[in-house]
């Protein structure tokens, strides 16, 4: 799914209790704040709170883990 978070796009999955957003933004400069924005989506699209995200190396695709209630 297509999910903005902080004028950032998102595409986001979510495979029980993990999720991965993939953003296709350039420059080494904006990875804090596009960490920050794609938990900011996944929790948006899930419902669920993020538990751990993690950045792949080299490439703007964040894994996370859900906290659902």
Known sequence: MRVEAGGDVFFVTLRG??????NFATGIGNQPRLIRNAARAIAALSGCE????????????????????
């Open 17 to 22: 209790d993990n999720a991965t957003a993939r």
């Open 50 to 69: 993020v538990g751990t995200i993690t950045q792949r190396p080299g490439v703007n695709v964040y894994d996370a883990t859900l906290d659902c209630l």
